[in-house]
């Protein structure tokens, strides 16, 4: 099945700079790849999304790239901001139309 | 419209005891996934399922975890015997069809004591 490693596991950055996180996955046939956030307490939600007929999406501070021929997908924060503390989490589909999750990033956004 | 719910909120059982949780999908969605989350951990997948096929079970950790789904509808987590270590937080997501956006619904904190 799709198998899904996520790094790093936690990234402490100062405010107002660029966070990077990056995800691999094994099964070349997955074609859905979201970003979920989820903060202390609450359930993951998702932020982002990247279907594997674009390279590369933005939505104001947050990007995601994909690199279809070496298997990985990254998310780009840039500007940050303490509110965006959280644990991150990629996933990618893989057989069986299913979602498999990375190990997630604990995020650390010092003011 | 309303989203994914869970049932109860937060369970306190004894070891040993049996407990059920309680899924209720979005509306229309096919796909509907349990996790387990440990405190600070990943998400653990348990079990899937996709409209009348049979449910990807793989993740199940022991024989004392069963899940079900009624009329393509709502899912009922089965924790037979449970032990300390099942303590954490069982979360339910649905999506439309497997491939899409996964909601996940609030989770059922489980403490066994």
């Known amino acids: 099945g799709e198998n899904v490693e996520q790094h790093p596991s ?53 990007a995601v790239t994909l690199n279809k021929t070496a298997k990985h997908f990254s998310l780009h924060i840039t500007e940050t901001q303490p509110e965006d503390s959280a644990v991150y989490f990629c996933a990618a589909t893989g057989a069986g139309n299913m979602l498999t999750f990375g190990g997630g990033t604990r995020l650390m956004v010092k003011p | 419209g309303a989203g994914v719910s869970q049932s109860p909120s937060n369970k306190v059982t004894e070891k040993g005891k049996d407990v059920e949780l309680r ?37 199940l950790p022991s024989d004392r975890f069963s899940a079900e789904r009624t009329g393509g509808s ?21 999506s439309f069809t497997g491939r899409e956006t996964q909601y996940f619904g609030p989770g059922t904190r489980l403490l066994v004591l």
């Open chain 2, 23 to 59: 899924c209720d999908p979005i509306s229309g969605h096919t796909a509907l996934y349990w996790y387990r989350q440990s405190l600070g951990q990943g998400l653990e997948f348990l079990i899937y399922f996709q409209g009348n096929s049979a449910p990807d079970k793989s993740g």
């Open chain 2, 74 to 94: 709502v899912s009922t987590l089965t924790i037979q015997r449970t032990q300390q270590e099942d303590s954490a937080v069982y979360l339910c997501a649905s």
């Open chain 1, 10 to 62: 936690t990234l402490s950055v100062q405010e107002g700079d660029s966070a990077v996180i990056k995800c691999t996955y094994s099964d070349s046939a997955s074609n859905y790849f979201p970003w979920y956030k989820q903060e202390l307490g609450k359930r993951p939600q998702l932020i982002i999304d990247i279907r594997s007929n674009v390279g590369e999406k933005k939505d104001q501070r947050i």
